[in-house]
């Protein structure tokens, strides 16, 4: 399974939420074509809280954000698949109204668990803690095992001991990526913690739990790390 995150700059002052308006349409259209992709399984879409203009896009399927936009795919040459299709052209065209520039990114990620709606539905979290963690590309098979397991701790400090943690998914961008403070190229771990509220997500950050297990977050070979938070909706 896969899960495609796409981060999208908008134009200022659209109100994508009313289906009514031009840009609330275009998005409305902008789901219904990817709903009826070969491979599709669902999609997550916000914005960001720190920058509104950042949508964020969630897509999951079964191969395989400013708008965030992040839909599930079977496997990533599903995407692909849909990609090289003859109406994926006319399907971007028609999105280019509302948005600010250019895409900022767009990768996969193999997310567990599978699907990570708990993590990313706005019925389930109100609000998604969003952390890339970024590593030398090449970083040893040794050093990702240890992240891996150190991840698994901290979703469980989560579980036992935040109050207001709703919800975990994370796993390894399958795409090598850029981030200024990595020379070259980087891989990256996206984690997607889900919180009742973003004050909820900072008490935690004062509690002696978190102080106790931050270094799991910060292991001595990451290179860089970057957090935000997205309200997102399920498609």
């Keep these: 399974m896969a899960t495609e995150i796409a981060d999208i700059p908008l134009q200022p002052g659209l109100d994508i939420d009313d289906v009514k308006s031009s840009a609330g349409k275009i998005l409305q259209e902008f789901f219904g074509v990817i709903q009826?992709?070969?491979?599709?399984?669902?999609?997550?879409?916000?914005?960001?809280?720190?920058?509104?203009?950042?949508?964020?896009?969630?897509?999951?399927?079964?191969?395989?954000?400013?708008?965030?936009?992040?839909?599930?795919?079977?496997?990533?040459?599903?995407?692909?698949?849909?990609?090289?299709?003859p109406s994926y052209g006319p399907f971007v065209k028609n999105l280019m109204p509302i948005i600010d520039g250019e895409i900022e990114s767009m990768r996969h990620a193999h997310l567990s668990p599978h699907p990570p709606s708990a993590a990313l539905s706005g019925t389930t979290a109100s609000v998604t803690e969003m952390i890339n963690h970024y590593f030398s590309a090449d970083i040893s098979q040794s050093e990702q095992s240890s992240f891996e397991s150190s991840m698994k701790q901290f979703s469980q400090v989560l579980e036992d001991k935040a109050e207001?943690?709703?919800?975990?998914?994370?796993?390894?961008?399958?795409?090598?990526?850029?981030?200024?403070?990595?020379?070259?190229?980087?891989?990256?771990?996206?984690?997607?913690?889900?919180?009742?509220?973003?004050?909820?997500?900072?008490?935690?950050?004062?509690?002696?739990?978190?102080?106790?297990?931050?270094?799991?977050?910060?292991?001595?070979?990451?290179?860089?790390?970057?957090?935000h938070h997205t309200k997102f909706t399920a498609v």
């Excluded at 399927?61 to 698949?81: C, E, F, M, T, V």
């Excluded at 709703?166 to 913690?193: D, Q």
């Design 164 to 227: 207001g943690f709703k919800g975990f998914a994370a796993g390894w961008v399958v795409e090598e990526v850029e981030h200024e403070g990595v020379e070259g190229k980087a891989k990256c771990w996206l984690s997607c913690i889900g919180w009742q509220s973003v004050e909820t997500h900072m008490a935690f950050r004062e509690t002696k739990d978190f102080k106790d297990n931050v270094h799991l977050l910060r292991p001595d070979f990451m290179k860089a790390i970057t957090v």
């Design 36 to 85: 009826n992709q070969d491979g599709f399984q669902r999609a997550y879409h916000g914005r960001e809280v720190e920058k509104p203009n950042i949508w964020q896009v969630v897509i999951k399927g079964a191969q395989a954000r400013i708008l965030i936009n992040y839909p599930d795919w079977d496997s990533i040459a599903a995407h692909k698949k849909f990609m090289s299709s």
